[in-house]
Structure formats: structure tokens, C-alpha cells
């Protein structure tokens, strides 16, 4: 267990549905990291905060997806009008202010949409 | 483009059975290379770091080696509990904060 959570865990939805999910990293943890992880891929970039501030994007990413970080803390990832496409595991990762211990990884949100 | 290439895709050993798996990576100055390790249906586990070429690291049965162009994992004396999917990610120095991950080595050992 490395200290952070995601939930839901599974999310399963209908093509055209919005959802949101939310990732609770360590609270040390002021840098945060959102991927997406398909099947027999590596993680996907998405997205970085550093504290509240979101400081870089994937330019792969639809404008469909929208992420927060309100108070340094907890973060939501949101897609708006899913598509079957958006199926994937969306992962959250933390990390201190020493890149050498890396990243601490959540469990993941699984994303069915059918 | 930025780019990390892990191979072999997969690899089955035997119990006792060492081996190496490799990242190679294209990046413009690279910040830091990860290794990670995933089980089924779970988020990568953090391993290694390493900043420069030449650089070693250690832990248990596993170590890690880097050089301008590549990485290595080597499993020496793999156990079945070491089976799982090997991740190498890096990071770049300049403009981005973004980690590129490569697809991954999935490991399995036969007991």
C-alpha cells in the first residue's frame, strides 16, 4: 500500500456520460501526476500539478478531459461526454520534492464505457 | 520525439534462471531514468533512479545499470514473486515535467 487512493475504483458508464474521478495522494505529496494505462501499454501522461497549480497538459488530450486541484491536496480527473475510446485505467501518482524515491502510484480507477 | 523502447516484450525463466531486460531510450537531456514494477491490476511500484551514465544501483535480486543510450534491469537468481510487468520511464531536462513510460517487459518465473 503506498498511501494513495483513488476512487471509484470501477466505473462502469454509458457512451455520452460525464465522470468524475478523485485521487488522494500523501499529503506531503505536493506534486501530482495523472496517466492512463490501456492494456499491454506503459502509463500515458495526462497531466501535472504542483500544489493547486496545473503547470503542464498532454497534447493528446481532449478538451473533453478537465482536472483540478482546488486546495494542493486532493485531485479530480473529469471526462465529459465519454466514448467507448475512454475505456482505460486512469492512474494517479504522487511525489515529494526528491525525484530519487519516485513516484508513488495509486491503485487506479477502471474506466468501462460502453 | 522522445521515446523509451523496452524489449523483450515478455520473458519466461526459470526459477534460479538470471537475466537482463533493457530500456533504451531518445530524449533531449535526460533528467532521470525509473524503473517500476507492476502487478496485475495494480499501479507501478517504485524501484530505481538513476541520473548519469554509469550509475548503479541495488536491491535484493535486482540491479539496475544505465548508460547514455540504455538501461538495464538485471534479475539475478529470479523467484516466482519476481513475476511481473517491468516498466522504464524517463524524464527529460528541458521544458517538461511530463514522465514518457515504455510499454513494459512482463516477467514470469516458473517455480
Known amino acids: 500500500d503506498t498511501g494513495v487512493s483513488q476512487n471509484p475504483r470501477h466505473k462502469i458508464t454509458k457512451r455520452g456520460q460525464n465522470v468524475t474521478f478523485r485521487c488522494d495522494p500523501i499529503s506531503e505529496h505536493n506534486r501530482l501526476y495523472w496517466y492512463r494505462q490501456t492494456l499491454g501499454q506503459g502509463p500515458e501522461f495526462l497531466t501535472y500539478f504542483q500544489n493547486e497549480a496545473q503547470l503542464e497538459k498532454s497534447r493528446l488530450l481532449s478538451d473533453r478531459f478537465s482536472a483540478e486541484r482546488p486546495k494542493g491536496s486532493f485531485s479530480t480527473l473529469e471526462i465529459q461526454r465519454t466514448e467507448q475510446g475512454d475505456s482505460a485505467m486512469y492512474l494517479c501518482a504522487g511525489m515529494g520534492a526528491l525525484e530519487l524515491k519516485g513516484q508513488y502510484f495509486g491503485p487506479g480507477t477502471r474506466l468501462t464505457v460502453l | 520525439e522522445d521515446q523509451v523502447t523496452q524489449s523483450p516484450e515478455a520473458l519466461r525463466l526459470q526459477e534460479g534462471e538470471s537475466s537482463s531486460l533493457n530500456c533504451s531510450y531518445t530524449?533531449?537531456?535526460?533528467?532521470?531514468l525509473f524503473w517500476y514494477r507492476q502487478d496485475p491490476g495494480k499501479g507501478p511500484e517504485f524501484l530505481f533512479t538513476l541520473y548519469s551514465a554509469g550509475e548503479e544501483k541495488e536491491k535484493e535480486r535486482l540491479k539496475a545499470t544505465l548508460t547514455k543510450k540504455e538501461s538495464f534491469l538485471h534479475i539475478t537468481a529470479p523467484k516466482p514473486e519476481d513475476s511481473a510487468t517491468y516498466l522504464c520511464a524517463v524524464q527529460a531536462q528541458i521544458g517538461t515535467y511530463k514522465y514518457i513510460f515504455g510499454t513494459g517487459t512482463r516477467l514470469k518465473v516458473l517455480a
Open positions: 530524449v533531449s537531456g535526460l533528467r532521470g
